[in-house]
């Protein structure tokens, strides 16, 4: 008789060991944030040739920040992104000027306050060919949201599942497909396959295994982005 209940407390141990793990991977603990990216996106007639390509920042101050990138001409929308976290110069207005094969296709400039970021509503237009240039060119602000699975609790490879909500309820998601231990991001309302016409304030989670491991708010506009004052 003793020996079978130490037979049932053994396995009841074990039984809430794994439950414990399993409820460990379905609800990670995840870093989560938002951010402000300045977007410009560029297209060509494809001729199947690459091309090369950089997005340069200058500040009020004349310091620049340079992005190089390489495209492919295929004959779809192809993105450059700048965040002006990234630099630390997230409370000056810069300017940034787009070029492609050492030609300049289009320029501009923003305002950057912190977690406000505003864009010149001449600056917002539908894409545009420069003369003399094969490339269409449009820039525009998106919301990074972001989750981290800095501690590796995750399986190798995991899928994200990035749902925002507008003002108006509705919904739209965005599936990405993310490796442990590296940055998991969408971008809104690029990856979203959507046109939001909806200004004001946008709810968004992200789901894995399941399970909400993230949620946040933004306010949101084709002129202005906040992605800090409480709501």
Known sequence: MKKLI??????LVFLVGSENKTEGKRKPVLLTSQSCNLQIGVRRQAN???HSASLEITY?????????????SNGDWQYMYYSPSTTGEDKEDFFWECK??????KTGTFKSNNFLTQIPRDSYKKPTTEAKSDWECFSTFTVALSVWDKFKVLESYYKAVFIVTDPKGRKNRAIQYCSRGSDCEANFPTDFQTDFQSFGTYSWVCVINGQIVA?????????????????
């Open 215 to 231: 949620n946040n708010k933004f306010r949101y506009n084709p002129f202005s982005i906040n992605t800090y004052s409480p709501f």
């Open 60 to 72: 009020q101050d004349g310091k620049k920040f340079l992005i190089p990138s390489t495209l492919y």
């Open 48 to 50: 199947n040739k690459f």
């Open 100 to 105: 492609i094969d050492d030609k300049v296709i």
């Open 6 to 11: 130490c037979m049932l407390l053994i396995l």
